[in-house]
């Protein structure tokens, strides 16, 4: 039995894989882009752009290296007390390296979200279970993005390129004898097959410039899950410790379940330069949140035992998981962000952003027997650059420092059951969020 306990642990870390997803979506890439509430699909040029439109990064000038950090806090509620759903902390990374072929610019571009705590974790849960379906800290996974943009003429940048998703298949078997009698004399073998399978998620964008005060975005980005589907399989003996009797025993197990879901989206927006120190931007988010699947595993089992005789009886296999579905709605998401830069030297700028978000909640009333917990959310954002030439003699280049700060707040919701017997009952959801970061940046 301890030879099963280990490799049912071993399975348990093949099948939280290296995989794409992350909380870039929900909590922002750059301390820059979060500051402007993420309404940059037509403003950034920096690594944060092989997030939000590709093509922002054919207007890079400089190499650029940049290294980020985040830490986001949450207060989320219900029925006035906190579900300690984890906080989110990770690094990011970008790298712009922009170059000509003839005589056209083009950029490359890489993007990395690590998360500190652990490299990659996956959890399903019970669909009866409330819990914080947007924001419950379940999937901490690494991000990887790289993508290539190109600026054929002047007033038009096209980018495009790929993230990547891992998912996971594997086996587990048991085979032998196992002793009631003497357990640590049981005979039992195992092996485990573990498989990453990698799919790739399309990302791309256009930017067009039809003036020198106003620029366009469009970007497209692909849907991502992390599949998740393990099959157990024990074959084998059970020695009651009478005689010579052997009870054989067979046990089937599958399952199935999709974690770290990132839903298909399109996003539209504007940047509209007011004066050479004043920058408006508004973007509108489609989010494709009806394509949502379920988290919930989907089980099946099957146990078949000989009894030969025995005044036993096997209680019968349970009925396989029945998910149900869950119903999300499309959205359209606006974004607004204003960056001013309040000074202006040869030899530095001190810019400041304010953003801000309306997230309506996709998922619909929970009156049945789910309870995927959510509310709407309004995200305020404020930021603060700096942008350093210092003009040595071994660096002519420029460092960038950007801070950001984030409010979100998850106004009350009320979910009031269809069923007065429902095991759960009514409840009362309303939640609090802050983010906080910074981004470092060196352009040579």
Same mark, same amino acid.
């Given at each position: 039995?301890? *030879? +099963?306990?280990? @490799? ?5 870390? =093949? $099948?939280? #894989?290296?995989?794409? &997803?992350?909380?870039?979506? !929900? ?117 990887? *993005? +790289?993508?290539? @943009? ?5 007033? =038009? $940048?096209? #980018?495009?390129?790929? &993230?990547?998703?891992?998912? !996971? ?121 009806? @394509? ?153």
């Amino acid at each position: 039995m301890r *030879a +099963a306990g280990r @490799a049912a642990g071993l399975l348990a870390a =093949l $099948a939280a #894989g290296s995989a794409e &997803a992350s909380p870039l979506g !929900t909590y922002g890439f750059g301390s820059r882009e979060t500051a402007l509430g993420g309404a940059v699909t037509a403003d950034t040029s920096s690594g944060s752009a092989v997030f939000y439109n590709p093509a922002g990064l054919a207007l890079a000038r400089r190499l650029e290296l940049s290294a980020g950090y985040l830490r986001v806090d949450q207060r989320l509620e219900i029925n006035g007390k906190d579900s300690n759903v984890d906080p989110v902390r990770g690094l990011n990374f970008g790298v712009v390296a922009p170059g000509t072929v003839a005589r056209i610019p083009f950029a490359f571009g890489l993007g990395v979200h690590l998360p500190d705590e652990r490299i990659s974790r996956v959890r399903t849960l019970r669909q009866e279970i409330p819990r914080w379906e947007l924001y419950d800290n379940r999937a901490q996974i690494l991000f990887i *993005a +790289a993508t290539l @943009a190109v600026r054929p003429v002047p007033w =038009l $940048a096209l #980018g495009g390129g790929v &993230a990547f998703l891992s998912s !996971t298949r594997g086996d587990f078997g048991i085979s032998g004898t196992a002793s009631l009698k003497e357990p640590y004399d049981s005979q039992l073998r195992h092996q485990v097959d573990a498989d990453l399978t990698t799919v790739r998620i399309p990302l791309l964008g256009a930017r067009i410039e039809p003036h020198e005060r106003l620029s366009v975005g469009v970007a497209y980005r692909g849907e991502s899950k992390l599949d998740l589907q393990l099959d157990a399989d024990i074959k084998g003996q059970v020695d009651p410790g009478i005689g010579n009797l052997r009870v054989p025993v067979t046990y089937g197990l599958s399952s199935k379940s999709f974690d770290a879901f990132h839903p298909r989206q399109v996003a539209l927006g504007s940047s509209v330069k007011l004066s050479p120190s004043l920058r408006v931007n508004v973007d509108f988010v489609w989010t494709q949140w009806s @394509a949502y699947q379920s988290a919930t595993s989907r089980s099946t089992a099957n146990l078949e035992v000989d009894l030969q005789g025995l005044p036993l009886a096997i209680p019968p296999n349970p009925k396989p998981t029945v998910v149900r579905d869950p119903g999300f709605r499309d959205r359209v998401t606006p974004r607004l962000g204003v960056e001013a830069v309040a000074v202006r030297r040869a030899s530095f700028e001190l810019p400041l952003r304010v953003g801000y978000v309306y997230e309506h909640s996709p998922v619909p009333p929970q009156t049945g027997a789910t309870n995927f917990v959510d509310s709407d959310r309004h995200t305020l954002a404020v930021g603060l650059g700096l942008l350093l030439r210092p003009g040595l003699s071994f660096f002519q280049g420029e460092v960038a420092l950007d801070l950001h700060g984030a409010l979100m707040i998850l106004p009350e919701r009320i979910t009031k059951k269809s069923n007065p017997a429902d095991f759960v009952g009514d409840y009362r959801q309303r939640g609090r969020q802050t983010n906080l970061g910074a981004t470092l940046g060196l352009r040579f």
